[in-house]
Every structure is written in C-alpha cells, then in structure tokens.
C-alpha cells in the first residue's frame, strides 16, 4: 500500500479500499470510494458489524486497506473512539494536556471543552473512574481541540446525554465552521447534525442513505419542548423509529409523522 | 518526541509494572557486587543482567497503553510507527536510568577490587547503554502487533537472551563479557560490538515495525 499522502488543506480521499482482517477472513469493506472535504460534515451509518469503525480506522491510518488507499491526509487528524479505555489511568486533564502537547499546543482548547462539555465530576478525576458518558467526553474533547484538519469520530453520540449530544452538535457545527473535514459514523443518524453528505455502509459498500436514493422516506415534525422551536426532519422510513426516539430523549416533541 | 516520551513515562509510570523489573535489576547489581572483581567485570555482569530487563521493561512500555488509548495517540502524533518508535525510545531511556545504577553502585559501595578509572566508568557507561539497545531491539517483538501471546514473547526474549550471552563472541552482551576479561581492555573492540550491535538493532527494529504494520 503507497503511504497515505498528505495535505495541508485537509479532509482525505479513501480510494477503491476492500478490507479483510487475516488471509481468510470475510470482507469487512468490498471498494469505499469516500472524498470528505475541507469544511463538510460526512455521516456513515449501518447496523452493528457493518465495518463503520474499520472504515474509520482506515481513514485514520490505523489499519491497512488489503486493497486501495487513503490519500490526501491533512497533517492534523483528530481522532475519538467510542469510549477511552476503562484502564486509563491519568485524570482527564492530564490526558488531553498531552494530547495537546503532542500536537504541539497548550492544553487551553481541550481544557476549555471539557467544560463546555460539562464532564460531571471535574477534569481532575481519573478517567479510568468516569462513566461512559463522561469518559466519552473526555476522547471527544481531545479530537475536537486538534486545529482544523480532519476530525474522525466514532459513534459520538452514544453515551451522551440528550444535553451534552446538543453541545456535540454545536461543536461538530463550529469545526465545520472552521473548514475541519468532518466524518462521523453512527449507528443512528444524529438528530439535527445537518450532514452534508449522509451514506449508508451496508454488505460493505457505502450507499447513499435511503433518503437520497429514493425509499420510502418519513417526514417528522418537531417542536422544542420548553423554547417551542420547530424542526422539520425526512429520514429513511427503516430509520424513523430510532431517529423518533433520540428525538424524544432529546427534548423533543412529536408534531406529526407522515410517510412520503 | 520529547513530548510523547513524557506522556508514555507517565502512562507506564501509573501502571506500576516497571516495579517488578526494577527489583530483579536492583537484585541482580546487588548480587553481581557481592564479592566483586574488577569494575569492568562488574560493568559487563550487571550489563547481562539489562539485557534481560530490559527487554521485559521494553515489553512493558509498548504495551502499557490500552489498544484504544494507542490507537487515540498514534493518530494525534501522525502515525502508529512513530508511537511505536517513541515507546522504543521511552523504553531505551529507563534503561539508561538502570544504567545510572548500575555504574553508581560499585563506585558508591566500593564493591570491585583493584583502581577504577574514569575510562572504566566510560566504557561501563557504553557497554549498558549499547546492552540497553539490544534490548530494546529484542523486547520490540513483544509489542501487541507483533508477538500478541505473552508465552511466545517469554520464549523469545529468554532464547535470544541465553544466545547472546552463551554464543561466544555474540554482540553485544558475550564480547563485552569477553572484553571485560583482558586487561586494559580495548576502545576500539568495544567500539566493534557497539557498531556490530547498532546494524542488530537496526535490522530488528525494522523487521518488528514491518510485521506489526502488516498486521494493523
């Protein structure tokens, strides 16, 4: 496989990548072609073992494509998984200040996104003791502090609360705003992410997610519990009963819900 | 690098498990200083005995970090050979802390017999830290990527270890044993199995990086 090539303007191209793990093994990605582009947000969903972490993972330069490659990598790519590990010792504050000083900044960024995240018990307690929720806060945090780039990020919202997923949100929003290349996947589309690309990774070739291409679609009105805000969302029909109920946990009311 | 050093000694540093090989260090200088010859003997036993931790301290440090938590650093630093090769480095550098004791203990206890010069001390210095490198050459095989099973990476690391110090002229732990046995010793030999250890190391290094990077 040539080296991933770099660029300083960001984003990455992954090219015709198949992916199996041992000689043997069943494919895991059958030819990704994916551009993410300086200043957009990409969405990759699928079910449970459809190959989004690996692609992720690819994209990351992590793991080797058996076929094809990934080129065009900026020279900063912010990176969080799921969940850090349960046996990580160092505090949170700890943690992202070397994150940071291995990128060579202070640690002020990450810092302040632990705030703004709202990590419950403070930055000063070991990660290894936080909940899954707010150790996910903690790898969100030190992906998001890296400087405009590409921001991978893996299943973001699967812990958070309905709270800290709007925050996420806004986060993901202002990285876009400043030209980061955004790929995020997830099992359930994010309620209000406003992707710019949204696809479907399903018998391991990416799709256009069924909305795009022309399914059946479910059209859901919402209305701000509380601030009486309106949101108006068209999601796949196979989809809607998961994207209702993240809605909900959110803080959402259901207006209506109509089939297209 | 310096940055990613200090983050891998502190992560290694809270694990606790450098303590193990630390005490069967500070076991074995002890012994080798108990009834002691000459400083340069003592030098080359307690540069055996490095051999041997260091390539469990090696082990240690490539696998402190969890899969996850490597996989987060490898990406905030530009790439997994370049976490790998600042383990190696971190790895390195606690020996040269090893190293520091051993050359300490002798001079401190008075534990060898006969005159120690500053040569002495030098060329003990070269002889650990040139020990230290095969070790960690040695112990990068034990990375997760490479050697995943804890019984194959004790079967190695005690195979090329034992060869080392049994195959006569073996650099670099068996010449600098051999060394340390002639009088006045020599620059320029020790300076042969540093270069003769350097083209090891390297080799080692940059088969064990090529296999874990086939297996990522």
Same mark, same amino acid.
């Given at each position: 496989m040539p080296a991933p090539?770099?660029?300083p303007e960001g984003g990455a191209a992954v090219e015709a990548v198949h992916k199996r793990y041992g000689r043997r093994g069943p494919w895991v990605l059958r030819g990704v072609d994916l551009v993410v582009s300086p200043g957009s947000v990409t969405q990759v969903s699928g079910g449970n073992g459809s190959g989004k972490s690996t692609l992720l993972r690819v994209v990351a330069g992590l793991t080797r494509p058996t076929a094809g490659r990934v080129r065009d990598l900026p020279a900063s790519v912010g990176y969080a998984p799921e969940r850090l590990p349960a046996r990580l010792?160092?505090?949170? /504050?700890?943690?992202?200040?070397?994150?940071?000083?291995?990128? +060579?900044?202070?640690? +002020?960024?990450?810092?302040?996104?632990?705030? =703004?995240?709202? %990590?419950?018990? +403070?930055?000063?307690?070991a990660v290894a003791s936080l909940s899954k929720g707010n150790s996910q806060k903690v790898a969100l945090a030190q992906a998001l502090a890296a400087p405009a780039g590409l921001l991978l990020l893996d299943?973001?919202?699967? !812990?958070?609360?309905?709270?800290?997923?709007?925050? %996420?949100?806004?986060?993901?929003?202002?990285?876009?705003?400043? /030209?980061?290349?955004?790929?995020?996947?997830?099992?359930?589309?994010?309620? +209000?992410?406003?992707? !710019?690309?949204?696809?479907?990774?399903r018998d391991g070739r990416l799709h256009p997610a069924a909305a795009e291409a022309g399914a059946p679609t479910?059209?859901?009105?919402?209305?701000?519990?509380?601030?009486? =805000? /309106?949101?108006? %969302?068209?999601?796949?029909?196979?989809?809607?009963?998961?994207?209702?109920?993240?809605?909900l946990a959110e803080g959402w009311s259901v207006r209506s819900v109509t089939r297209q | 690098m310096v940055a990613l050093v200090r983050y891998l000694a502190a992560d290694v540093a809270r694990s606790q498990r450098w303590?193990?090989?630390? $005490?069967?260090?500070?076991?074995?200088?002890?012994?080798?200083?108990?009834?002691?010859?000459?400083?340069?003997?003592?030098?080359?036993?307690?540069?055996?005995? $490095?051999?041997?931790?260091g390539i469990w301290l090696t082990v240690v440090v490539a696998n402190s970090e969890d899969p996850?938590?490597?996989?987060?650093?490898?990406?905030?630093?530009?790439?997994?050979?370049?976490?790998?090769?600042?383990? $190696?480095? &971190?790895?390195?550098?606690?020996?040269?802390?090893? &190293?520091?004791?051993?050359?300490?203990?002798?001079?401190?206890?008075?534990?060898?017999?006969?005159?120690? &010069?500053?040569?002495?001390?030098?060329?003990g210095a070269v002889g650990h830290l040139v020990v230290a490198a095969f070790a960690v050459a040695v112990g990068s095989f034990g990375m997760r990527a490479v050697l995943p099973r804890a019984g194959w990476t004790v079967l190695f690391a005690v195979a090329v270890a034992l060869a080392d110090v049994l195959v006569p002229h073996a650099p670099p732990a068996r010449r600098i044993l051999e060394l340390s046995d002639r009088p006045g010793g020599s620059a320029a030999a020790l300076a042969g199995a540093a270069a003769a250890t350097a083209v090891l190391v390297a080799a080692l290094v940059a088969i064990s990086l090529a296999v874990a990077r086939r297996r990522a």
């Amino acid at each position: 496989m040539p080296a991933p090539t770099a660029s300083p303007e960001g984003g990455a191209a992954v090219e015709a990548v198949h992916k199996r793990y041992g000689r043997r093994g069943p494919w895991v990605l059958r030819g990704v072609d994916l551009v993410v582009s300086p200043g957009s947000v990409t969405q990759v969903s699928g079910g449970n073992g459809s190959g989004k972490s690996t692609l992720l993972r690819v994209v990351a330069g992590l793991t080797r494509p058996t076929a094809g490659r990934v080129r065009d990598l900026p020279a900063s790519v912010g990176y969080a998984p799921e969940r850090l590990p349960a046996r990580l010792r160092m505090t949170a /504050r700890a943690y992202v200040t070397h994150m940071a000083r291995l990128r +060579g900044d202070g640690p +002020g960024a990450a810092l302040a996104l632990l705030e =703004r995240l709202e %990590l419950a018990p +403070g930055a000063d307690v070991a990660v290894a003791s936080l909940s899954k929720g707010n150790s996910q806060k903690v790898a969100l945090a030190q992906a998001l502090a890296a400087p405009a780039g590409l921001l991978l990020l893996d299943e973001p919202t699967s !812990d958070l609360d309905p709270r800290a997923r709007k925050i %996420l949100r806004k986060l993901v929003v202002e990285r876009r705003a400043a /030209r980061a290349a955004v790929l995020v996947t997830t099992h359930v589309p994010i309620v +209000g992410l406003g992707p !710019d690309a949204s696809l479907e990774l399903r018998d391991g070739r990416l799709h256009p997610a069924a909305a795009e291409a022309g399914a059946p679609t479910v059209r859901i009105e919402l209305v701000g519990r509380g601030d009486g =805000r /309106r949101k108006v %969302l068209e999601v796949p029909g196979d989809e809607s009963d998961a994207v209702l109920a993240a809605a909900l946990a959110e803080g959402w009311s259901v207006r209506s819900v109509t089939r297209q | 690098m310096v940055a990613l050093v200090r983050y891998l000694a502190a992560d290694v540093a809270r694990s606790q498990r450098w303590v193990a090989p630390l $005490l069967v260090f500070v076991a074995g200088v002890a012994i080798f200083n108990m009834g002691a010859g000459s400083l340069r003997t003592t030098y080359a036993d307690t540069a055996t005995v $490095l051999l041997a931790v260091g390539i469990w301290l090696t082990v240690v440090v490539a696998n402190s970090e969890d899969p996850v938590q490597a996989a987060v650093t490898a990406v905030t630093v530009g790439g997994d050979a370049r976490l790998r090769l600042g383990k $190696l480095l &971190t790895a390195w550098i606690a020996c040269g802390l090893l &190293t520091a004791v051993a050359l300490l203990w002798p001079l401190v206890a008075h534990s060898y017999t006969g005159r120690a &010069t500053a040569g002495d001390v030098l060329s003990g210095a070269v002889g650990h830290l040139v020990v230290a490198a095969f070790a960690v050459a040695v112990g990068s095989f034990g990375m997760r990527a490479v050697l995943p099973r804890a019984g194959w990476t004790v079967l190695f690391a005690v195979a090329v270890a034992l060869a080392d110090v049994l195959v006569p002229h073996a650099p670099p732990a068996r010449r600098i044993l051999e060394l340390s046995d002639r009088p006045g010793g020599s620059a320029a030999a020790l300076a042969g199995a540093a270069a003769a250890t350097a083209v090891l190391v390297a080799a080692l290094v940059a088969i064990s990086l090529a296999v874990a990077r086939r297996r990522a």
